[in-house]
Nanobody, 130 residues
Framework: QVQLVESGGASVQAGGSLRLACAASGYTVDSYCLAWFRQAPGKEREGVASISTGTSRTYYADSVKGRFTISQDFGENMVYLQMDSLKPEDTAKYYC???????????????????????WGQGTQVNVSS
């Protein structure tokens, strides 16, 4: 059973940076698509970025491209989301998610549909003030 635990959420001012971390455990297959989703109050869950375990292939939502960077420490089973040039519209609860198989198996690296992902963390809150 894959378990995911996020950390790093905080309140920051617009233009600032944050780094979210996701600790993964319990892998049972050779490859996973790891992703960050976010959900703001009253809005649908939105895919932000994804990466396959042990690869450098990444996918990003247009809204964060050029500002956010997903990365991983494969040996430590950690996934990170570096968020720069934060905007108030980035305010949301951020979730780490995992799906069996490489991200290339899914359209847009899985970012278009949260139901691709069967494993979720509890989320970490990011608040960006103007």
């Amino acid at each position: 059973q894959v378990q995911l635990v996020e950390s790093g959420g905080a309140s920051v001012q617009a233009g600032g940076s944050l780094r979210l971390a996701c600790a993964a455990s319990g892998y049972t297959v050779d490859s996973y698509c790891l992703a960050w989703f976010r959900q703001a109050p009253g809005k649908e869950r939105e895919g932000v970025a994804s990466i396959s375990t042990g690869t450098s292939r990444t996918y990003y939502a247009d809204s964060v491209k050029g500002r956010f960077t997903i990365s991983q420490d494969f040996g430590e089973n950690m996934v990170y989301l570096q968020m720069d040039s934060l905007k108030p519209e980035d305010t949301a609860k951020y979730y780490c998610a995992a799906a069996g198989g490489y991200c290339t198996l899914f359209p847009r690296g899985g970012l278009g549909r949260s139901s691709y992902f069967g494993y979720w963390g509890q989320g970490t809150q990011v608040n960006v003030s103007s």
